[in-house]
């Protein structure tokens, strides 16, 4: 274990950052490079590219920060990251660097992404990717151990998204038409409000939390999960039917207003409402 000390007296290197540095605590391997053990904050430096930092690290066994700077580009990132890996509040355009793999959240919403392209292959915790310009998916992980976010962006389709969401999967207000694409497995929570779908196949068929649909183009149901262990909102929608309902609503059902006004009794007829039917 040592202690960065050359590095100190490079003119280049800002002073906050090499405050940043000597708080590392680093092992240099054989081929010149770093792991650090613990966190790496390089968050809030104006930092254009992570090539400007003097070292190249490896591996961190912690959280790496690098938010809040003016990041057009992830080179000069670790491999490998066992924590929570944090690129938000930067000008990407691509995630061209990215670490391989991350043992806990990939952080990198609130950026000018238009492609997931080049994201880590393997992410141990959470995907958040929303308030980008994404009109796709594609390059998504394959599987994602925590939430995965790609909310308020431009997209038309879930071609790409994970096929395995272990928590809440949130594409609410794009510019979807329909779900397909949408994981297959998913152990939480799905928002899909605010698009302009117009049928709801594709969507999982078992939601372990919430499923909200309102303020959409939906005439009809088909599709809906069969199964929704909280609540099921499809409000302000345009629904004339409701063919295709989940058969199963452990919270409560919310379909007020419609182009057809339905009465509890409707409701209650054709779908277990464990909950509060709001018409």
């Not at 796709?136 to 994602?144: H, I, K, Q, S, Y």
């Not at 078992?206 to 609540?231: H, I, M, W």
Request: net charge positive; hydrophobic share 30%.
């Amino acid at each position: 274990m040592k202690k960065l000390s050359n590095f100190y007296k490079i003119s280049q290197v800002s002073e906050k950052l090499k405050n940043r540095l000597r708080k590392l605590k680093l092992v240099k391997l054989s081929d010149g490079s770093f792991d650090v053990f613990g966190d790496v904050d390089f968050s809030d430096l104006e930092l254009n590219s992570l090539l400007e930092i003097p070292i190249r690290i490896r591996r961190v066994t912690g959280n790496f920060y690098c938010e809040n700077n003016q990041l057009t580009t992830l080179k000069g990132a670790p491999e490998r990251v066992d924590g929570d890996f944090i690129c938000i509040h930067n000008l990407l355009t691509t995630l061209n660097g990215a670490p391989k793999h991350v043992g806990g959240d990939f952080i990198c919403s609130d950026n000018q992404l238009t492609t997931l392209k080049d994201a880590p292959k393997f992410v141990g915790g959470g995907f958040y990717c929303a308030y980008n310009q994404l009109t796709t998916l594609e390059g998504a992980p394959e599987r994602v151990d925590g939430n995965f976010y790609c909310y308020n962006n431009q997209l038309t389709t879930l071609e790409g998204a994970p096929k395995y969401v272990s928590r809440d999967f949130w594409c609410h207000n794009n510019q979807l038409t329909s779900l397909e694409g949408a994981p297959k497995i998913l152990g939480g929570g799905f928002w899909c409000y605010g698009n302009q779908l117009t049928t709801l196949k594709g969507a999982p068929e078992r939601v372990d939390g919430s499923f909200y649909c309102y303020n959409n183009q939906l005439t009809s149901l088909e599709g809906a999960p069969k199964y929704v262990s909280r609540d099921f909102w499809c409000n302000s929608n345009k629904l004339t039917s409701l063919e295709g309902a989940p058969k199963y609503i452990g919270g409560d059902f919310n379909c007020r207003p419609n182009s057809k006004h339905f009465t509890e009794e409707e409701v209650r007829k054709l779908i277990d409402v464990k909950g509060k039917v709001i018409v």
